[in-house]
C-alpha cells in the first residue's frame, strides 16, 4: 500500500501557493457565516417573528427542497461547462456573492402585516435565497478545491482548513446571533433578525471578494475531452462509492441540522434562557475546529472510512446519556455537547475528504472529469436534509401544541429533549450503515491516481 501511494504522490507535485489555501479558507468564512444564519435562524424568524403557521410552513421547505434536485444538478452542468478568463468555477463566487448576501438580507425582512403577503414574501425569499442565490455559488465554492490542484495531499490540506474555517464560523455566529438578538431589541422583534443579518451579508460578500482575489484553478480537464451528458449523468448513476457516502452523508447532516434547527427551541424553552445558545456556540467555537483539525490525525490510524464509523459510535454513546441525564443536568449536557461537536466537526472533514477521491473515481469510471456535479450531490443532500428536518421541526410544533413564546407544555418539552438526544443519536447509527459496503480505500484510490496518470501518458505519446 504504501509504496503504491508513494509512486502516485511523486507524479503530482503541488501546485497551490500558500495563499490560495489560506484563500479558500477565508472563503468559507464568509459563505458558511451567511450560510449558518439563514439555516438556524431562518426557522425561529418564520415561525416567533412571522407567526406563519407550521403547517404552511412544513408544506414550503418540502416543496422547495425537493425543487432542489432540479437547481443543483443544472448548477453542477453550469459550472462544468463554464468558460471564462477567471475559470469555471471561481467565476461564480464574483457572480453570484453578492446575489446571495442580498437575498440573505431580504429573507429577514417583514413587509406587511397581511399574513397572506407575508406568507407569498417568505415562500419568493426562501426559494430565491436557498435553491438559486445559495446553489449558484456553493457548488462552484466547493468545487474549487478540485480544480486548484490534483495532488491529493494538498487539495486534502485545502478542505481540513475550509472545513474547520466552516465549522469555527458556524460557532461564532452561535455566539454572536443570541446576543445581537438581545441587543436589537429581543427574540421577538423584527429588527433584532434583520440587522445582524445585513451586518452578516456585508461580511459574507467581502469574504467572497478576498477569496476570488486569492485564489486559482490550475487543473483543467483535459482539452480534448468533450463535454458529455450521459457521461456526467454516468459519474453519479455508477460512481458507487459516491451514492454509499452520500447516504452516510444524509444520516451525519441529519444528527447536526437537527440539532442545530432545534437549539434555540432546546434553550428557550428546556433550559429556560436562549442565551444558552451562546454557550453552546462557544464550545463549537473550540470543539468543531478541533475535531477538524484531528481528523487527518484519525484517519492516518484507522483510514477515512473506519475514523467515521468510529465518530459517529462516539456520538451515539454521549447523545444518548443526554437523554438519561434529563434538561435539568445542564453541565451533563453541555459536555455532552462538547463530546458530540468533536465528532461532528471531524466527521464532516471526513465526509468531504472521502467525497473528493470519489471524482478521480468517476473520472476512471467514465472518462470525464465533473467536479461541479459531483459537488452538487453534496449541496443537494444538504439542502434536501434540511428540508426534512424542517417537515420535521414543523411536524413536532403541531402536534405538541407548541405556542411561541410563552412556557411550554411538559409534553413539547419532553418531544424536544427526543429529538435533540436518541433522535440525533439514531440518525448517527444508520449513518454507519453504507459505510459498511463502501469500498473506495486509500490503496484502492492511489491506485485509481496510478491508473488515470498512465491514461494520460498514453495519450500524451500518441
Avoid at 450560510?35 to 418540502?62: E, R, Y
Avoid at 469510471?365 to 461541479?372: I, L, P
Avoid at 413536532?396 to 419532553?414: H, K
Amino acid at each position: 500500500m504504501s509504496n503504491t501511494t508513494k509512486e502516485v504522490t511523486a507524479k503530482e507535485p503541488t501546485m497551490c501557493k500558500g495563499r490560495e489555501i489560506f484563500g479558500h479558507a477565508i472563503g468559507a468564512l464568509g459563505h458558511d457565516a451567511m450560510s449558518n444564519v439563514h439555516g438556524t435562524w431562518i426557522t425561529p424568524f418564520l415561525t416567533d417573528v412571522m407567526v406563519l403557521p407550521p403547517a404552511f410552513l412544513g408544506i414550503l421547505f418540502a416543496v422547495v427542497r425537493i425543487f432542489d434536485g432540479v437547481t443543483d444538478v443544472a448548477m453542477g452542468f453550469i459550472a462544468d461547462t463554464t468558460k471564462s478568463r477567471f475559470g469555471r468555477y471561481r467565476a461564480w463566487l464574483l457572480r453570484s456573492g453578492p446575489l446571495y448576501g442580498l437575498c440573505l438580507a431580504l429573507s429577514f425582512f417583514i413587509p406587511s402585516d397581511s399574513m397572506t403577503v407575508r406568507c407569498i414574501y417568505a415562500a419568493i425569499l426562501y426559494f430565491i435565497t436557498g435553491s438559486i442565490a445559495f446553489t449558484s455559488v456553493d457548488i462552484p465554492y466547493w468545487s474549487l478545491p478540485a480544480a486548484m490542484t490534483n495532488n491529493t495531499e494538498e487539495r486534502g490540506r485545502i478542505t481540513a482548513f475550509s472545513t474547520t474555517a466552516s465549522n469555527a464560523i458556524a460557532a461564532i455566529i452561535g455566539i454572536v446571533m443570541p446576543l445581537a438578538l438581545d441587543k436589537f431589541g429581543g427574540a421577538g422583534e423584527p429588527t433584532a433578525y434583520f440587522y445582524p443579518a445585513v451586518i452578516i451579508a456585508i461580511f459574507g460578500v467581502a469574504m467572497y471578494m478576498i477569496c476570488f482575489s486569492l485564489v486559482r484553478e490550475h487543473v483543467a480537464p483535459d482539452p480534448q475531452q468533450k463535454f458529455n451528458v450521459k457521461s456526467a449523468l454516468k459519474n453519479i448513476y455508477l460512481n458507487k462509492p459516491l451514492l454509499l457516502l452520500q447516504i452516510s452523508n444524509i444520516f451525519v447532516l441529519f444528527a447536526i441540522i437537527m440539532r442545530m434547527s432545534f437549539n434555540y427551541y432546546y434553550c428557550m424553552y428546556n433550559l429556560g434562557d436562549v442565551k444558552y445558545m451562546a454557550v453552546f456556540s462557544t464550545i463549537s467555537l473550540v470543539v468543531s475546529p478541533l475535531g477538524g483539525l484531528l481528523f487527518p490525525v484519525f484517519a492516518k490510524f484507522l483510514g477515512k472510512k473506519k475514523t467515521l464509523m468510529t465518530l459517529a459510535a462516539v456520538y451515539t454513546a454521549v447523545a444518548c446519556v443526554i437523554f438519561f441525564a434529563g434538561w435539568s443536568n445542564v453541565m451533563v449536557i453541555f459536555v455532552c455537547y462538547a463530546i458530540s461537536g468533536l465528532c461532528t466537526g471531524s466527521s464532516i472533514v471526513a465526509v468531504n475528504a472521502m467525497m473528493m477521491d470519489t471524482i478521480e473515481y468517476g473520472e476512471w469510471k467514465t472518462g470525464q472529469r465533473n467536479e461541479g456535479l459531483i459537488t452538487a450531490t453534496r449541496c443537494f443532500v444538504s439542502k434536501l436534509v434540511m428540508a426534512f428536518v424542517g417537515v420535521v421541526v414543523a411536524a413536532v410544533m403541531g402536534l405538541t401544541g407548541y405556542v411561541p413564546l410563552v412556557e411550554q407544555s411538559a409534553s413539547t418539552l419532553q418531544a424536544f429533549h427526543i429529538v435533540y438526544s436518541v433522535g440525533c443519536a439514531a440518525c448517527m447509527i444508520l449513518a454507519v450503515v453504507p459505510m459498511l459496503f463502501y469500498t473506495l480505500t486509500e490503496q484502492r484510490h492511489a491506485e485509481i491516481m496510478e491508473e488515470l496518470a498512465a491514461r494520460k501518458a498514453g495519450k500524451d505519446n500518441k
